[in-house]
Each structure stands twice: as structure tokens, then as C-alpha cells.
């Protein structure tokens, strides 16, 4: 049932729950946060739309969790290219921004993360739906 409320809370607070999984993402490092958490988040944010406005047609959420993998295994196989343990990182700059090998496989496990969690809500919705 999509009320006018929750329409209009939903236009409001799904972009912020997704730049807030963005934030836990990207401060994981330091605080609080990572990849996960910040999927988990994303993937609420998206869900409550979907509770507003209905589900988006069926896509292959199973896309993003290849995608997820792959990133994050090439990352943490990556070191062994150099002749370092698995899950080495390193520390590069782009102009004034340090970025890590970390953040990268951060983000491998943030689409993981957030595919699977909307895949699986998506395959119990249309299971449950008549």
C-alpha cells in the first residue's frame, strides 16, 4: 500500500540513504563503515523506494554481484601480480587524493553487497506476490 506520505518521505529520504551508503563506503577506513554496511544501507535506501513506488521491472541484480566478486578478488589477488601475500594494499595518489587498494576492494564488496541484498528481496517479492 503507497500512501501520498510515504511517497513523498521516500522522494526525500532514499537519496539520502544512498549518499549516506556512499559516506560509510568511503569512510570505512577510519570510522565506523566499509563496504558492507554501506551496501546494506544503499540497498534499504533503494528498497524503501521500491515499498513507495513499486518494484522497477526484473533485472539481473546477479550482474552486480559477478561484478562485486570480481572486483574484489582481483583486488585481493591482485598483490600476488608483485610477489605479495594476498590482500597486500598499497597506497597510490591521484593528484592530491591517497587512494588505496583498500577503498577499491571496498567497493567491489559495496555492489556485492547491495546486488545480492536487492536480488533476494526481489526474488521473495515476486515469490510472495499473486
Request: charged share 10%.
Amino acid at each position: 500500500m503507497s500512501t501520498l506520505v510515504l511517497r513523498t518521505v521516500a522522494r526525500v529520504v532514499v537519496p539520502l540513504g544512498v549518499l549516506y551508503g556512499l559516506r560509510l563506503l568511503f569512510v570505512g577506513h577510519d570510522a565506523p563503515g566499509g563496504g558492507f554496511v554501506g551496501g546494506l544501507v544503499t540497498a534499504l535506501a533503494v528498497l524503501a523506494r521500491w515499498l513507495a513506488f513499486g518494484p522497477p521491472p526484473p533485472r539481473r541484480w546477479e550482474r552486480g554481484v559477478t561484478l562485486g566478486v570480481g572486483v574484489a578478488a582481483a583486488t585481493g589477488l591482485a598483490a600476488l601480480l608483485v610477489g605479495r601475500p594476498p590482500l597486500t594494499h598499497a597506497v597510490t595518489h591521484l593528484g592530491p587524493v591517497k587512494v588505496a587498494t583498500s577503498l577499491v576492494f571496498d567497493v567491489g564488496v559495496y555492489v556485492l553487497v547491495a546486488s545480492a541484498t536487492l536480488a533476494a528481496v526481489r526474488t521473495l517479492w515476486e515469490a510472495t506476490s499473486p
